[in-house]
């Protein structure tokens, strides 16, 4: 995240920097050359900025740009007047002063991956050609090549602009009663079910985690989503078409009849969007299993049906005042564990164990923040003195707090300093986070510390000795607000029971017992070697018998394209 934040300031400082510059070089002194170099750098910067901030307004850069590159070309030339020039210049600015509304317009139409639809000329078309002619007037300037270059240049991308915006317009205000080529591409795929999606940036991992098990499911879907920066990750996870979908009128268009069944994995407000279609069958299905109080929304009373993981989230429902009909819950277990090896107890404690830390984030409300980055300097200070190799999992969204972001930044300046010394092969940041599945890290390890969150659900599947973190001040009422910490090891915040807690971790674990019994509670009753089927047969089940043979369209080349 704070590599992120740097980049982006980076960016914007060289454009800035660079257009302001190119510009009063041109404009003030006669080194035409080195000013129309500064200009081509600056287009380098912009373009660099719009990919390290999608939809950045780059307008007033643009038009200094433009105008000290036609500064130079007049000069360069020395013929004074030139109506070739003149108009070329009337046209290059005005292509600059309307890419950001044709960009902005753009932005309401349907995007695509993953469907063959044929790729016409769109705003982004213009995006991209209307910086390329500012670098090629710069270009003609430098050759010093007559003004007729670069009216024609200017007026080829004005006609390019000229076609996108028309098309834009009569969609917008004369829309068509024939089908769009997306409508008609996904009529021919005949989706049968959509896994709807609305989350902040960098919540990918929610739909990730569901794909290969809607794959198995053997019927064609689509993936629907509400914000334009999840298409590319999410299409090169999934071979089914993936739709971003900006407005309502959208979503209308890319419904088709043959659709029968919606998938939410969150409690996101858009998908609120999604609930009205009453013809559909709505479930969430979550990204997560855990005793935190987001896991009991009231809001998920909307929904047709709630796949819970086991008995346990029925009666974390109930425990919360959620008042839900017994027959909207369907227990599916937990798919994702199945891969997860399992030790079944007694369990011979490691001689040097590895332990799995995944501190969660503050939460977006206070009742919601069981983060124990305040006090894992500390506590993963503990676990090194006692030998053991840590691997670190933060949650994705730790950075968008600064302060836990800091405390981050310590935990992992321990354990690079610890590996360097020692050799044991911490793990930390992307490794741990993204070259690492949580699967493999739960295989990984002897043993978890974990704070309130669906890792733990997880973790119980291994049957294997976990710690909770106690980050609030509920004292001996923490089990009974958290059920799960029960089977697990509780560690007050103080830390000062961290001594006993790490010794019955790693040593006696005299839960493992209780642990076993819970697992079946929290995850479902489903054989091991075919666990992932109590959610595929559910699946099935309301989506009842296929309507076509299952099978996905061709995938063209370009795989994100737009209508």
Request: proline share 7%; hydrophobic share 45%; net charge positive.
């Amino acid at each position: 995240m704070r590599g992120t934040l740097v980049r982006k300031l980076l960016a914007r400082v060289l454009t800035v920097g660079l257009a302001v510059l190119a510009f009063l070089v041109l404009l003030l002194t006669g080194a035409t050359v080195p000013g129309l170099l500064l200009a081509v750098a600056a287009l380098g910067a912009g373009a660099w900025e719009r990919r390290v901030r999608p939809g950045a307004d780059l307008a007033a850069e643009s038009v200094l740009v433009a105008a000290g590159v036609l500064i130079g070309y007049a000069r360069r030339l020395d013929a004074g007047f030139d109506p070739a020039l003149a108009a070329a210049g009337l046209t290059l600015l005005a292509l600059v002063l309307l890419d950001g509304p044709l960009r902005a317009a753009g932005g309401l139409e349907i995007r695509v991956a993953n469907l063959p639809v044929r790729a016409g000329l769109t705003a982004g078309h213009v995006g991209v050609a209307v910086p390329a002619l500012v670098a090629a007037v710069a270009l003609g300037a430098l050759l010093a090549l007559p003004t007729w270059y670069a009216l024609l240049v200017s007026l080829l991308v004005g006609a390019l602009a000229g076609v996108v915006g028309l098309r834009l317009a009569r969609r917008r205000f004369r829309p068509s009663a024939a089908a769009s080529p997306v409508t008609r591409a996904l009529r021919e795929h005949q989706p049968e079910f959509l896994l709807y999606f609305s989350a902040p940036p960098g919540s990918e991992y929610q739909v990730t985690m569901w794909l290969p098990y809607l794959e198995r499911i053997g019927r064609p879907f689509l993936v629907l989503l509400r914000e334009p920066e999840f298409l590319a990750p999410i299409a090169a996870a999934t071979r089914a078409p993936v739709v971003y979908c900006p407005t309502l009128k959208a979503m209308d268009e890319t419904l088709t009849s043959s659709l029968k069944v919606a998938f939410y994995v969150n409690h996101g407000a858009k998908n609120a969007h999604c609930v009205r279609f009453t013809q559909l069958t709505h479930i969430q299905i979550h990204h997560g299993d855990s005793d935190k109080a987001p896991s009991a929304n009231p809001v998920t009373a909307i929904f047709d049906k709630n796949f819970v993981a086991g008995q346990a989230a029925i009666d974390r429902y109930a425990r919360a005042g959620v008042r839900i009909p017994a027959e909207k819950f369907v227990i599916v277990g937990r798919p994702q564990v199945e891969a997860i090896e399992v030790r079944r107890p007694p369990l011979t404690p490691p001689a040097e164990p590895t332990v799995l830390y995944t501190p969660t984030w503050t939460g977006h409300h206070a009742d919601a923040d069981y983060c124990s980055l305040p006090v894992a300097e500390a506590l993963v200070g503990r676990l090194l003195a006692r030998g053991a190799t840590v691997i670190l999992r933060a949650h994705p969204y730790t950075a968008q707090n600064p302060a836990s972001a800091r405390q981050l930044a310590r935990v992992t300046e321990l354990l690079a300093a610890d590996r360097s010394r020692t050799g044991r092969p911490h793990v930390w940041g992307v490794e741990a986070s993204r070259t690492l599945s949580l699967v493999d890290c739960v295989n990984r390890s002897d043993a978890l510390v974990s704070d309130v969150s669906g890792v733990i659900s997880d973790y119980l599947y291994s049957g294997k000795p976990y710690v909770v973190t106690d980050m609030g001040a509920d004292g001996d009422e923490f089990t009974a607000r958290f059920p799960l910490a029960r089977s697990g090891y509780v560690l007050r915040r103080d830390l000062a029971d961290v001594d006993g807690v790490l010794d019955r971790l790693l040593g006696d674990d005299p839960l493992a017992g209780a642990r076993w019994a819970t697992r079946t509670h929290y995850l479902g009753d489903f054989p091991v070697e075919s666990y992932a089927e109590g959610f595929l047969s559910a699946a099935r089940a309301h989506l009842g018998t296929p309507t076509v043979p299952a099978q996905r369209p061709p995938v063209p080349a370009g795989r994100g394209q737009a209508e």
